[in-house]
């Protein structure tokens, strides 16, 4: 077999062997951490050997895992950086500054580890981990960016020991795994936070931050909230860029400050990733880092995209019409994606919805202007919630439009039936945006 056909054999061997979240939902969520500590066991602890910095929260761990993995970029260290879910390509899940993990790595990977996967039955999320792990230790590393996948606590990824913890903020997602309301929530997430590593928190929220004041006092860990002392604010942008202005304790940093990404809603992650880069400036000398500067900061801003890869995110798909997705899909992403769109000018906007069935669609949908034009479809994924289904339960929101039975035959009714000056939107699910970029 040639490497593409056997790397085909191993993704396939993955998908069917190993219970996947993204694909058949809470049923391959593995409750403990017992099987990334045997996995880990079984190679050695590979994520002892170089420092990592751990990522959770509820909205924006992608973006502010991204740009943290530019600055160290930037700075001339070589960077993992470990994500979830993937778009298009799997190895996007497994990057060593911004180059995708080789396919060669993943067969070897697996073959290697057959004899304990068929022994510990792990998920597809722990042998992703535990991939991710052993490749940065062989690539020799000198920081990893990990960021969780649900909750913080009995995420796989929490046996490592950062240098620090960033926790961006709690609002209302897999409600059914990590509880019901928003301090439920919170002390999942809290659960990365370890013994004497500092923490950062994006957003200092009323109805959790005690829960991370609390479990900071409890472990002895410096905490900081980032809000409290740094701002972004949207000065304006283009196809390429946003322009912000930046401040400090209402001193201005920045101004105009291009980032290679789009979004009111990263105006937050600026702020936390600024939080992150004090706290480890305060902890530099004691693990050996570079001291960050701002001008290290803006110019991984300014080129994130080319250092990192970053995807998915209030992307421009096409100018005309006027095309963008983005993978927010809960309450809080949604929320900011109707901020960002009441700061573009268009004439009637068309949204391609599609959506995965054990969300709370009600309160997504809820947000949705009514006033659009609406293509339902569903992802490829046996998650996806039936189009038909989807439209019946959107009219009772006042929600109207036809459904489709794949999102690109949806894109393409969309984009036939948009005016030049109209909006076209693709969203609701990442599985949606993953199947148009």
Known sequence: ????????????????????????????Y??????????????????????????????????????????????????????????????????????????????EFIDKLRPIIEQVNPSFFEINVAMAFEYFRQQKVDMAIIETGLGGRLDSTNIID???????????????????TLPEIAVEKAGIIKPDRPVVI????????????????????????????????????????????????????????PFNLHG????????????????????????????ISLRDFLHAGKDLKALTRFMGRWQLLSAHPLTICDSGHNEAGIRFIMQQLATI??????????????????????????????????????????PNELRQIASTFGLLGKSYSSVRNALKAARKHAGPDDLVFVGGSTFVVAEVI
């Open 1 to 28: 077999m040639t490497l593409s056909e056997q790397y085909k054999a191993t993704i396939d061997y993955m998908y069917t062997r190993l219970p996947m979240f993204q694909r058949i939902g809470s049923a391959a």
């Open 30 to 107: 593995k409750k403990d951490l017992t099987n990334i500590r045997a996995l880990c066991d079984f190679l050695g602890q590979p994520q002892q050997q170089y420092k990592t910095i751990h990522v959770a929260g509820t909205n924006g761990k992608g973006s502010v895992s991204h740009m943290l993995s530019a600055i160290f970029q930037q700075k001339g260290l070589k960077t993992g950086l470990y994500v979830s879910p993937h778009y298009k390509d799997y190895r996007e899940r497994i990057k060593v500054n911004g180059r995708y993990v080789s396919k060669r790595f993943v067969i």
């Open 162 to 180: 950062p240098v620090i913890s960033v926790i961006t903020n709690i609002s209302f997602d897999h409600m059914s795994m990590l509880g019901n």
């Open 202 to 257: 994006g957003e200092r929220q009323t109805d959790v931050q005690q829960v991370f004041t609390q479990k900071a006092d409890e472990l002895s860990c410096p905490i900081l909230f980032a809000s409290d002392h740094f701002t972004a604010t949207t000065a304006s942008s283009d196809l390429r860029h946003t322009f912000f202005d930046i401040y400090k304790d209402d001193r201005i940093l920045a101004q105009h400050a």
């Open 264 to 291: 009111t809603y990263q105006e937050k992650n600026i702020a936390t990733v600024l939080g992150a880069v004090q706290m480890l400036n305060s902890v530099a000398d004691v693990h050996h880092l570079p001291v």
């Open 345 to 386: 000018h268009y004439h009637q906007p068309h949204f391609v919805i599609g959506v995965v069935n054990d969300k709370d669609i009600q309160t997504m949908l809820a947000l949705l202007p009514k006033d659009a034009v609406y293509y339902f479809c569903k992802a490829n994924v046996p998650r996806g919630l039936n």
